[in-house]
């Protein structure tokens, strides 16, 4: 069975650190794209980074450059999140997704984790 | 940057009937790049259209979807109960980052 599973979230502070993780099981993880979305309470869905198969590509949305870092270990089929200096408005269930895509297809995120739980407040 | 806009916000119809959801894109996009995701209350999104018209794996094909350009609809036909929801489309781009649609709220009758 094809599973993401996330950790890691919680209640912090503002301008402390988090790390989040993503489990995955039942598939070849290296052959995925991996990524980050998150959801503001009763907001839409906002894409927060990807990273590429090979760990070599990886891209942020404009908002999130700087503060954020993703990376993933494929020996070990997880993915990571690194979110620096939390704001309020970083409060939010953040799911991890996997992606296949080549230079001219995008075949859409299919497996999604349950999310975590971000809450920053003082 | 590439912004979507979906149409209506909210959407109320009952079982049986048709649903239309519109997403527009600020620039003419490839459609090869825009999918459809379905999100309940409490869960995560699942997909249903990649490619503006592939159906993803196990959804009925009562969902279909279309377009080129900047326009795209997702069409959901014999509405059922357990479509209600929140429909999102998204844009898939290597730079800038892709994004989603605000969402459009199916409020089944």
């Known amino acids: 069975q094809e599973q993401l599973v996330e950790s890691g979230g919680g209640l912090v502070k503002p301008g402390g650190s988090l790390r989040l993780s993503c489990a995955a099981s039942?598939?070849?993880?290296?052959?995925?794209?991996m990524s980050w979305v998150r959801q503001a309470p009763g907001k839409g869905l906002e894409w927060v980074s990807y990273?590429?198969?090979?760990?070599?590509?990886?891209n942020y949305a404009a908002s999130m450059k700087g503060r954020f870092t993703i990376s993933r270990d494929n020996a070990n089929k997880s993915l990571y999140l690194q979110i620096d200096n939390l704001r309020a408005e970083d409060t939010a269930v953040y799911y991890c997704?996997?992606?296949?895509?080549?230079?001219?297809?995008?075949?859409?995120?299919?497996?999604w984790g349950q999310g975590t739980t971000v809450t920053v407040s003082s | 940057e590439i912004v979507l806009t979906q149409s209506p916000g909210t959407l109320s119809l009952s079982p049986g009937e048709e649903a239309t959801l519109s997403c527009r894109a600020s620039?003419?996009?490839?459609?090869?790049?825009v999918s459809w995701y379905h999100q309940k209350p409490g869960q995560a999104p699942r997909l249903l259209i990649y490619?503006?018209?592939t159906r993803a794996t196990g959804i009925p094909d009562r969902f279909s979807g279309s377009g080129s350009g900047t326009d795209f609809v997702l069409t959901i036909n014999r509405l059922e109960p357990e479509d209600f929801g929140v429909f999102f489309c998204q844009l898939y781009s290597g730079s800038p980052m892709g994004s989603f649609g605000q969402g459009t709220r199916l409020e089944i009758k």
């Open positions: 990273i590429r198969g090979d760990t070599f590509y990886t």
């Open positions: 620039l003419s996009v490839s459609r090869n790049y």
């Open positions: 490619g503006a018209s």
């Open positions: 039942g598939f070849s993880f290296s052959d995925f794209y």
């Open positions: 997704a996997r992606f296949r895509a080549t230079g001219f297809n995008f075949y859409g995120m299919d497996v």
